[in-house]
């Protein structure tokens, strides 16, 4: 595997991103794609441009036109299918459109990644439900591969709430996959992450808090589309009995956050498309957290979440579960620390208000 071509793939997505930003913001004001904060889940409190991911798709495509030798079949589907997305994604950034005509949109990229053969074929599975190992899909594969793709969309999407999250996180996910491409062998999935997770990294410098301009649902869409395939082309192809869990732990944050978005909306008998702030990070704000602790602790549950994806391939199940135990452990014992400290700030703020008002 030629690691300059991959290091050259990931630098001029970079730099084509970095460099594509301001553009796409002066852009982003021209046709009317702000994001007006007009209730309770916007942070942030002024009118922000939102068509940040359109730079993130000029820097992935551009280095993956370049590095991607020769364009095959799979690679120019998923082309095709970031192209409906981003597409359609670009006029929901100005106008708003329904769910349903974006769930069409989402419906028609993954059916276009499915006919260029991205799919599930089969699944890797423990031998005593399965003597081969690998349990064959069949035409199973078109469905599950589908939902796959519109899950993992979705999911990215929702957690775009907070300067800098979705897209880096979508970052170290980025990385996971190309480590994880490296070790198996698959020159053309690492080419793929390498150029996707250039394209974020170059444009996160302008969405850190306080955030310049937003992805918009141009980025954290293509994000969650490509992050989606790349799985299929590098993971659930397997090259282990346990590879199964590996997409599903780099990718465990959003999948986590998504799932628990719909449990609640059921159990609170809401609509499951209603929007509300109930998520991950709206949690951890309401905990006492600022924007950037809060972004600082979901980064670190991800890295720990592909760590152990990357150490399951290389060194086994029984060392990645150890790891992802005993950091999960000191991550929960650390918010546990720190939301007490938080509550006995705030008792002691609102000790000291009270003493005020009393006095007077």
Not at 99 to 126: E, F, M, Y
Request: with cysteine; charged share 15%; proline share 3%.
């Amino acid at each position: 595997m030629d690691i300059k071509t991959l290091v050259l793939c990931f630098s001029v997505a970079f730099a084509i991103s970095l460099a594509a930003t301001p553009l796409v913001k002066n852009l982003a004001y021209k046709i009317g794609a702000i994001d007006i904060p007009n209730d309770e889940r916007r942070v942030h409190k002024k009118p922000i441009p939102r068509l940040g991911g359109l730079a993130i798709f000029y820097g992935f495509l551009i280095s993956l036109l370049c590095f991607a030798n020769p364009i095959d079949t799979q690679t120019r589907g998923l082309i095709i299918g970031s192209l409906i997305i981003v597409g359609v994604s670009i006029i929901d950034d100005v106008k708003q459109l329904r769910a349903l005509i974006k769930l069409g949109a989402q419906i028609l990229a993954a059916g276009v990644a499915v006919w260029h053969d991205i799919r599930i074929d089969a699944i890797s599975v423990p031998s005593f439900i399965v003597e081969s190992g690998y349990l064959d899909l069949g035409f199973w594969s078109i469905p599950v591969s589908m939902v796959w793709i519109i899950a993992v969309t979705n999911a990215v999407n929702l957690i775009d709430g907070l300067d800098g999250l979705a897209v880096g996180v979508s970052s170290i996910a980025s990385f996971s996959l190309f480590f994880i491409a490296i070790l198996g062998g698959e020159e053309s999935v690492a080419i793929i992450a390498a150029a996707l997770a250039g394209g974020c990294l170059g444009f996160l410098p302008y969405n850190f808090n306080p955030a310049k301009i937003f992805m918009g649902d141009t980025g954290s869409q293509f994000l969650g589309y490509m992050l989606s395939v790349i799985c299929i082309q590098g993971l659930f192809k397997g090259y282990a009995i346990i590879s199964f869990i590996v997409p599903f732990l780099i990718m465990g944050l959003p999948l986590f956050d998504t799932v628990f978005a719909i449990v609640r909306r059921a159990w609170n008998h809401k609509p499951i498309m209603e929007a509300d702030r109930g998520h991950l990070h709206h949690r951890l704000l309401d905990s006492g957290f600022s924007q950037k602790q809060t972004v600082a602790i979901l980064y670190v549950i991800t890295t720990i979440l592909g760590l152990s994806a990357v150490l399951i391939l290389e060194k086994g199940a029984y060392v990645a579960v150890l790891l992802l135990l005993v950091a999960l452990g000191v991550a929960f014992g650390t918010y546990k620390l720190m939301r007490k400290r938080f509550n006995r700030k705030r008792e002691e703020r609102e000790a000291a208000n009270a003493m005020k008002n009393e006095s007077k």
